[in-house]
């Protein structure tokens, strides 16, 4: 996977060192929001993770790496199976080198993309339930990664998320997100969240249909 063009090249070289580092600060993130050590526990912890990131702070680069790959190589409507988490492997959702993302997981079942994985503490809203704004995260991944394998990738408009029933903590969910219509530049997807085999949530999402050239004006790139 090293060798996948897709990867932005701040990772040639250490991209095992680096999922083991978003590893390793997921699980502090976890423990962050459960443990109850004691204040000397909680105060030399904290004091050991800043040193580490005084380390880490000296190997940042001016300007920052890109954070992802989209346009390297090109996603055509003809790429059924595009793996965009090694293209976006910084991301919130499904970025295996970012300690925020879960990660989930990303497929394609064309005309659908498919988002799993399961929601752990760190990412409650309700007493036992998922928050929201998460869910809202995720239907926007899955929903933009329908529109990239139907050739009509863009940002987002508008999301309408409908929340039916709670969505738990700590159980398997599976997103689905497909291409409703397409009018002009204007695109509008659908997408669901089944959680033991119930629809707990739904959303419907308008988006901007954009070519390479605009997707690269918006990335910063020439």
Do not use: W
Not at 30 to 42: H, K, Q, R
Request: glycine residues 6%.
């Amino acid at each position: 996977m090293s060798a996948d063009s897709s990867l932005p090249p701040a990772l040639a070289g250490r991209e095992r060192e680096s999922a083991e580092l978003a590893d390793a600060v997921r699980r502090l993130i976890a423990l962050c929001t459960s443990t109850t050590a004691p204040a000397d526990v909680t105060r030399a912890a904290a004091r050991e993770l800043n040193a580490v990131a005084d380390r880490l702070e000296r190997h940042v680069p001016d300007p920052p790496h890109p954070m992802t790959m989209l346009l390297a190589p090109a996603i055509t409507s003809d790429d059924e199976s595009p793996d965009l988490a090694a293209r976006m492997p910084y991301d919130v959702v499904v970025g295996r080198h970012s300690p925020l993302a879960p990660p989930l997981s990303v497929t394609f079942e064309p005309p659908k993309a498919l988002l799993r994985g399961t929601f752990t503490r760190p990412y409650q809203g309700p007493p036992g339930c998922v928050h929201g704004a998460v869910l809202a995260a995720s239907f926007d991944l899955v929903c933009a990664a329908a529109n990239v394998i139907a050739g009509l990738p863009g940002p987002t408009a508008r999301l309408e998320i409908r929340y039916r029933r709670p969505t738990l903590l700590d159980v398997p969910c599976l997103f689905e997100g497909e291409v409703e219509s397409h009018e002009g530049r204007r695109v509008r997807t659908v997408g669901r969240l089944i959680q033991q085999d119930r629809v707990t949530v739904e959303a419907t999402g308008d988006f901007v249909l954009l070519d390479r050239a605009d997707i690269a004006r918006l990335s910063g790139r020439p």
